[in-house]
């Protein structure tokens, strides 16, 4: 696949089908995105995998708790200022607008939305998973290192005909989490990502979200 097809394909899929995804797929995956660049060559990112029964007990966890109210836990980090504002709260609320849109889900039906959320929490049924953290002495710039691994991450995998979806709500749980993945208390945990082939009968994974028009945010200059 050209790269250019692989950024053009990625999407955040939210309907996977059940067939098994190749760990040793996985991990070449895995290894050769370690060659996104890396200030300093820190290479600040932690990878842990789940599948199989890992994976079918942190599901049944969750549905757990959220069938007891799901609230929060205390978290590390906000994942969205406080104070969003527009442009950038336009389109988050767009997106989604879009997605209910082609689920049928009006905006007055809270239980549906509310529903259809909660899959987050079982990776939209993907047979495979990872999360990312980071050693809680790490910086922003190590944060974006973080992103440029993931993304060198999806784009492999959609050279080898897989998809993903990025999760940062997974940043509410991250006690549950950490204890799924026995996650040392000098790491924190920055968010997951469902992995596998997505369903392309759910209307869901038709949706394509918009980009903001060059011009709004790219300036050439020159002598």
Known sequence: ??????????????????????????????????????????????IDVLAGGALAALRATMRERLAQGGEPEPTDYDIYPAAL???????????????????????????????????????????????????????PPQWSDLGMYLQTVMLLLRGEGLDSCA???????PATVAAAIELPPERMLFCGMAIGHRDPAHAVNALVSDRAPVDEWLRFRSA
């Open 167 to 173: 999760q940062e709500c997974w940043a509410i749980y």
């Open 85 to 139: 504002r527009a442009p950038w709260r336009d389109r988050r609320f767009q997106v989604g607008e879009a997605m209910y849109a082609r689920l049928g889900i009006p905006r007055e039906d809270k239980a549906a939305r509310r529903r259809w959320f909660s899959r987050n929490f079982d990776f939209f049924g993907a047979p495979m998973a990872l999360f990312c953290s980071v050693d809680r002495s790490m910086g």
């Open 1 to 46: 696949m050209q790269i250019q097809e692989a950024v053009t394909s990625r999407q955040s899929i939210r309907a996977f089908l059940p067939t098994p995804v190749d760990s040793d797929t996985i991990r070449r995956v895995l290894t050769l995105a370690a060659r996104a660049a890396s200030g300093g060559n820190l290479q600040p990112w932690h």
